[in-house]
């Protein structure tokens, strides 16, 4: 089975803090993704990266960052988090092929008080 | 503009009842693929179909049925007899050669059915 793992399921930080949500996959993928998902607007992408030490910014990256040190590790990144970053967090892996399924996380519920 | 239109945001049904998720989609690629999505109260996003844009053929999966018509541009979600297990967000989402391996998703139908 295929797997992806996000490292919290449920984060609580303060305004400004800075956050690091973890997504770990073992599927050996090119791609990764970070998507927030809010009531309404579905899933919306922040960033995605095609390999090691690559990014692409997504349809809202303003306020975020991401990471890929190694393939299988793919970092996202609030550098002083706030209110309106509160948000379900969705990772996913995919081999980089337009036919084939994105392989999703858990998600990560992060509340910034 | 969005790519990728699912109109009905909640739809309550009876349990036993059929229910249909509309998708409706936005390309200009003659290459491209549709996906459905399960997300239990749980999270995970569950892969369910995925369709090419070459092949019209309807599908079934068990209590599943896909339809796609191109000329719609149509990709609808049929649940028959459904159960309480069935309660669910479900996602339409599109993928094109344009933009590799990048996913464009609806805002997801919440569907909850009543024992």
Redesign the interface.
Known sequence: DVKVTQSSRYLVKRTGEKVFLECVQDMDHENMFWYRQDPGLGLRLIYFSYDVKMKEKGDIPEGYSVSREKKERFSLILESASTNQTSMYLCAGGTGSIRDTQYFGPGTRLTVL | AQKVT?AQ?EISVVEKEDVTLDCVYETRDT???L?W?KQPP????V?LI?R?SFDEQNEISGRYSWNFQKSTSSFNFTITASQVVDSAVY?CAL???R?????Y????TSLTVIP
């Open positions: 699912q945001t290459t491209y693929y996906f999505y749980s999270g995970e996003l892969f995925r090419n996602f993928s094109e050669a933009a590799g391996n990048q996913f998703f609806g805002t997801g």
